[in-house]
């Protein structure tokens, strides 16, 4: 190579710099007393007293390296699922389960497909396998099945779903994920990430469990961080064939889960008295915050999360309100990245918080000179 082609210093491939890096939504308020973070789909009940017990009891063996097979925490997910635990590897979130998953099974040039509002994670683990990322196109918010299947070429390894999704909390039926896992060719992998399945209380739905069970191509990630109250830990999970675990622990570190996680979250898996909890306040909430707010004339889409996505007239309105709510404590979740610029999502947060929202939205139109629908 001659000289004056020479790079002048070393240089990440293409699809690293084609990456957007993830920015995650604002945790402050400054200026405004007390604040309400409903920016991050944390639940607002912590982690269980169990899990807090569990770490405690952590703070005198941390010069010990953790199970780098996370065996104990394995077993108690296989027990509390009916599952094979040779299945299931654990990771520092599911976030980093996606990642490993694609830079195994993507090469360069490679395409993996996700839905046109999905979550971010996707493309980036794509583009940082030297990937192609490919969106399908959804229908009312909500990922379409056959426009997944219209993207599916001979170059395509990865299909990402998450179900539901985040920021749009829609879903798809068990029915149609039974459909979308039957119709992909076997050497497409289907990764179904399904971190918010614990808030789902639809009939038709399922995190695809049983598909994962009786496939060669199927994934499902599953979270910690969302019901379980453990996001400042990073701890995450997936069931999978024998050949992807055994993909993902070639390349994974060796102790990619800490030992004060692998305790807490087979400590907060039992205490199933504290999710039964956090599902029946969601289901109340949503319910009412989604009325409450389409009340005041603002479109909601219908979320099977713990959250919604509000609709503004435009992005310069979303704007305004986003700053308007900020200013009182009340931080949302600004989603343009998302392909939502007119749009802003809220986490349901414990009663004070959820009304606090409905009456600063309903003076914020007011300012607007809007009036309730």
């Excluded at 979130?93 to 996707?122: N, V």
Aim: some cysteine; hydrophobic content about 40%.
């Amino acid at each position: 190579m001659k000289s004056s082609e020479s790079p002048t210093r070393p240089r990440p491939h293409a699809g690293v710099t084609a990456i957007d890096p993830y920015q995650p939504g604002k945790s402050a308020a400054p200026g405004a007393g007390k604040a309400f973070k409903l920016s991050s789909n944390e639940t607002p009940f912590g982690p269980s007293p169990l899990a807090k017990e569990a770490y405690r009891k952590q703070v005198d063996r941390l010069e010990i390296y953790p199970d780098g097979q996370a065996t104990a925490l394995r077993e108690a997910l296989a027990a509390r699922y009916g599952l094979n635990p040779a299945r299931i590897v654990c990771g520092a979130g599911s976030d980093e389960l996606i990642s490993l998953i694609t830079s195994a099974f993507i090469e360069p040039g490679d395409e993996g497909i996700f839905t046109r509002h999905g979550f971010l994670i996707y493309r980036i683990a794509i583009l940082a396998a030297g990937g192609v990322p490919v969106v399908a196109q959804e229908k009312s918010f909500t990922a379409d099945v056959d426009e997944i299947l219209a993207e599916v070429t001979p170059k395509t390894k990865i299909v990402f779903l998450a179900n539901p999704n985040n920021p749009t909390g829609t879903y798809l039926p068990f029915s149609e994920l039974k459909r979308l896992a039957a119709a992909l060719p076997r050497h497409v992998l289907l990764i179904v990430d399904a971190a918010y399945a614990e808030y789902v209380t639809h009939n038709d739905y399922s995190p695809g469990l049983e598909i994962a069970l009786a496939s060669e191509n199927v994934v499902m990630t599953r979270t910690f961080s969302k019901i379980y109250g453990l996001a400042g830990l990073r701890l995450g999970w997936c069931y999978a064939p024998l050949h992807v675990c055994d993909a993902i622990n070639r390349i994974r570190g060796p102790f990619n889960v800490s030992s004060v996680a692998q305790e807490v979250g087979i400590a907060a898996l039992a205490d199933t008295d504290h999710v039964d909890q956090a599902v029946a306040h969601n289901e109340a909430w949503l319910t009412w915050l989604e009325r409450e707010i389409i009340d005041l004339g603002l479109p909601v889409t219908p979320s099977a999360g713990n959250f919604l996505l509000i609709h503004f007239e435009n992005e310069a309105q979303a704007r305004a309100a986003d700053a308007y709510l900020t200013s009182h404590g009340l931080i949302l979740r600004e989603v343009s990245a998302y392909g939502l610029p007119q749009c802003l999502r809220l986490t349901v947060g414990l009663e004070e918080a959820n009304r606090l929202v409905v009456d600063t939205l309903a003076a914020f139109l007011k300012t607007e000179g809007h009036h309730s629908a």
